[in-house]
């Protein structure tokens, strides 16, 4: 299993940015996976972001919630074996607990758009809030 640990939320005043990692120990070359999912007190958990990083492409194919998309970039470091998620003009419904997940995917479809049940590995969240 994956061991991932999120980092980097914290409280902004609305139009701010703040951005997230993600760190994976017990990495492996197949972990092709990775997802960013936010769920805030008395509502559902929702996909926010999603990369998939197998094979040998210039390019990985990402998938953006349409509440994200233009203000939220999801990208990797396999070096560093981090993934992030950059959020810009952040809004006060962007208020939540942002989890990191990842996973082996056979293949891009599987993978994107992510859905949260595909997902075994999990971090524990960290806590964006969003001032107006």
């Known amino acids: 299993r994956v061991h991932l640990v999120e980092s980097g939320g914290g409280s902004v005043q609305a139009g701010g940015s703040l951005r997230l990692s993600c760190a994976a120990s017990?990495?492996?070359?197949?972990?092709?996976?990775w997802g960013w999912f936010r769920q805030a007190p008395g509502k559902e958990r929702e996909e926010v972001a999603g990369?998939?990083?197998?094979?040998?492409?210039?390019?990985?194919?990402?998938f953006y919630a349409d509440s994200v998309k233009g203000r939220f970039t999801i990208s990797q470091d396999s070096a560093n074996n981090r993934v992030y998620l950059e959020m810009s003009s952040l809004k006060p419904e962007d208020t939540s607990m942002y989890y990191c997940?990842?996973?082996?995917?056979?293949?891009?479809?599987?993978?994107?758009?992510?859905?949260?049940?595909?997902?075994?590995?999990w971090g524990v969240g960290t806590q964006v809030t969003v001032s107006s």
């Open positions: 997940a990842a996973e082996q995917a056979r293949a891009s479809w599987y993978c994107i758009p992510p859905v949260a049940s595909t997902f075994r590995n």
């Open positions: 017990d990495y492996t070359s197949s972990t092709n996976c």
């Open positions: 990369i998939y990083t197998g094979g040998n492409r210039p390019s990985y194919p990402t």
